[in-house]
C-alpha cells in the first residue's frame, strides 16, 4: 500500500471513531439565566411578589423546550441586599396573561447579599412550554435591559396557590426586565417524574420509589412436610400374609 493510500486509510478509520463514539454530552438542558441582579427592590413583594419572563430580546429562553422534569433550580445574590424567593413554574392555560401555578422549587429561600451563585435541588414534571419565574417577598431578583422584547406577566400580592389558576399583568410600556432564575431541566423516558440523568435509579421502569418499582412483597414461607403414610391395620380373621395383600390393594 502506497503511503498516500495509508494516510487516507487511517483518516478515514479516525473519522469513523469520532462518528461512532459517544459524545459523553449530558443531555440535560438549562432554561433561563442567571446574573447578579439588582435595580430597586425589583422583587418586595406585598406579600408576595410574582413574576415569569415570557419573551426574550435575546438569550436564553425561560419557556421549557420539552417535557421532563426540573432538578436543579438557581439563582444569583445581589450584591447589596439579600433576597427572599423560590423558583415557581407557570403553565399557560390558553387565556392570555393566566396560568396554572404547577409548582415550587422548594420552601421559600433567604439568599444573603454577595453570597454568589445558589444552586438548590427540586423534582418538578414539566410539559413543554411551561414557564420557570419567581415568587419572591423580598429583595432583587431582576434587571431593567430597557429593551421591550424582554416581556414578562406578574403578580402583586398574595401569592397563586400551587395548583390554582392565576391572572396576570403584563409588563408596562416602559421598558424590558429580566428574570434572574434558571433551572437544569432532565429528560424523563419513563414518565416516573425522576430525572433520568440524576435521579431515575431504574431507568426504563416507572416506579415511585426513586424511579424504580415498589419491591413485591414476599409471600409466606411454604413448609415442605412429608406426606403422612397411613398405617394398614391388620384385621384379626385374616393370616399375616393376607392382610399383606389386603393392604397392597387398598394402594392401588
Not at 478515514?12 to 433561563?32: F, K, N
Not at 454577595?114 to 435541588?121: R, T
Request: hydrophobic share 35%; with cysteine.
Amino acid at each position: 500500500m502506497s503511503k498516500l493510500a495509508k494516510t487516507a486509510s487511517i483518516a478515514v478509520i479516525v473519522v469513523t471513531a469520532l462518528v461512532v463514539a459517544p459524545s459523553g454530552a449530558s443531555a440535560a438542558t438549562h432554561v433561563g439565566a442567571t446574573f447578579t441582579p439588582g435595580t430597586g427592590n425589583s422583587c418586595n413583594g406585598s406579600p408576595d411578589f410574582e413574576w415569569l419572563q415570557t419573551g426574550r430580546a435575546s438569550g436564553p429562553s425561560y419557556a421549557t423546550p420539552t417535557a421532563g422534569v426540573l432538578t436543579v433550580w438557581s439563582f444569583q445574590a445581589d450584591d447589596a441586599v439579600q433576597t427572599v424567593l423560590t423558583l415557581r413554574v407557570f403553565r399557560p392555560t390558553g387565556t392570555a396573561h393566566q396560568y396554572q401555578v404547577i409548582a415550587d422549587g422548594s420552601e421559600l429561600k433567604t439568599i444573603p447579599a454577595s453570597s454568589g451563585l445558589h444552586n438548590f435541588p427540586t423534582r418538578i414534571p414539566v410539559n413543554a412550554g411551561d414557564f420557570i419565574g419567581i415568587r419572591s417577598t423580598s429583595g432583587e431578583c431582576g434587571v431593567s435591559t430597557l429593551n421591550m422584547a424582554d416581556t414578562f406577566d406578574f403578580h402583586a400580592g398574595t401569592a397563586t396557590a400551587v395548583g390554582a389558576l392565576g391572572n396576570f399583568t403584563p409588563n408596562l410600556p416602559i421598558n424590558g426586565w429580566i428574570v434572574d432564575i434558571s433551572a437544569t431541566l432532565e429528560p424523563d423516558v419513563d414518565n416516573d417524574g425522576f430525572g433520568d440523568e440524576s435521579q431515575d435509579q431504574c431507568l426504563g421502569q416507572s416506579g415511585a420509589s426513586n424511579g424504580c418499582p415498589a419491591p413485591t412483597p414476599a409471600g409466606p414461607a411454604s413448609k415442605n412436610v412429608p406426606p403422612t403414610k397411613k398405617k394398614c391395620k391388620k384385621h384379626k380373621k385374616h393370616s399375616a400374609s393376607i392382610a399383606k395383600k389386603h393392604c397392597k390393594k387398598k394402594k392401588h
